[in-house]
């Protein structure tokens, strides 16, 4: 047998090993996908459900395998204080307040309505993050999640995401009070600000009431 | 291949978080009615009474300062942050913000 037949065999014989395991392979992808495909159409692409106990863990997972393990042992230049906590509440109210809510449950008008849901972070589960990490998602953003990169876009360090992450220590101690100083920092619409502004005059007996009306049309 | 096949399924998985959906909270304006332990009604300007319900979770304000439900009195004027409950077809409220305005009924009292 020449070389050339002799190469020609092997080759076939690898082939067909080859095709031997991605055949199963193949198969199984392709049922993996159709079973997905189905159950994305019948669930749709709703918005409301919430992610089941699988993706949630899956994403959590896949979240803390993607922070370089450089980023999650940052330790947070930005000592506390009171003035880096005022610095830090307004600056929340201002950009994160609308998904996260004041209180940084996640009862906010927009953060209700996001697949995922934006975590409660008074809870465990932010909580036990580190600095670095609770920083790299600030900073970087999660992708296929509603939380966008809110750092700017250089290899330099934002001292407002280290600000942040000290806030974010304080959420399981935020008082009633705190969060109501918070909604005056919160961003307001001209529509918001007329709506506040009768709500105030009929809770000072100014004006009838006026019935229901709806904080949102949409 | 293996690679590609699980970035896709779950590129597939998570691209139903993408979309954004609004919520639909609700201001109830009126004058308390009546109050329980786990309900307040209230009367709106056309005169329809509204119960709404009052969770562990509602938080009472007055004059933007955290209140108990104590000062949620018959004859005040309230402005509730509800939202509907739609298992109990009822409105479950967040918040409460208590008027400063005492009416005649609550000055009776």
């Not at chain 1, 942040?164 to 399981?172: A, N, T, W």
């Not at chain 2, 009546?34 to 119960?51: F, L, Y």
Request: charged content about 25%; overall charge neutral.
């Amino acid at each position: 047998m020449s070389e050339i037949a002799q190469f020609g065999s092997v080759q076939a014989s690898y082939n067909s090993k080859r095709m031997k395991y991605a055949t199963p392979f193949l198969v199984v992808t392709f049922a993996t996908l159709a079973v997905t495909a189905v159950y994305i159409v019948r669930r749709g692409f709703s918005a409301r459900e919430e992610p089941n106990a699988a993706e949630t863990f899956l994403a959590r997972q896949l979240r803390h395998i993607a922070v370089p393990r450089r980023a999650r042992q940052m330790a947070n230049p930005v000592s506390a204080s009171p003035e880096v906590l005022a610095d830090a509440m307004a600056h929340f109210a201002d950009h994160c307040a609308i998904c996260h809510g004041n209180d940084g449950s996640g009862n906010a008008p927009i953060g209700k309505g996001l697949y995922p849901k934006p975590p409660d972070m008074r809870q465990r589960d932010t909580q036990n993050l580190s600095d670095g990490e609770l920083y790299y998602i600030i900073h970087n953003g999660v992708r296929f999640t509603g939380m966008p990169a809110f750092g700017p876009n250089n290899a330099g360090e934002d001292e407002d995401s280290w600000k942040l992450v000290r806030f974010i220590r304080h959420l399981p101690e935020m008082t009633d009070e705190e969060v109501a100083r918070m909604k005056d920092m919160n961003p307001k619409s001209p529509a918001d600000l007329q709506e506040e502004d009768e709500i105030q005059r009929f809770l000072e007996g100014e004006s009838e009431p006026s019935g229901e009306t709806q904080k949102h049309h949409h | 291949m293996l690679k590609k096949a699980i970035t896709f399924l779950l590129t597939v998985s998570f691209l139903a978080g993408a979309l954004l959906a609004h919520g639909n909270a609700t201001h109830l304006m009126g004058t308390v009615t009546a109050v329980s332990k786990d309900t307040v009604t209230i009367q709106d300007k056309e005169g329809k009474s509204v119960v709404v319900m009052l969770e562990k979770a509602t938080k009472y304000f007055k004059t933007k300062k955290p209140v108990t439900i104590d000062e949620l009195k018959i004859g005040t004027r309230v402005v509730i942050d509800a939202q509907m409950n739609e298992k109990m077809k009822m409105y479950s409220a967040e918040e409460i913000q208590i008027g400063t305005a005492a009416t005649a009924a609550a000055a009776k009292k």
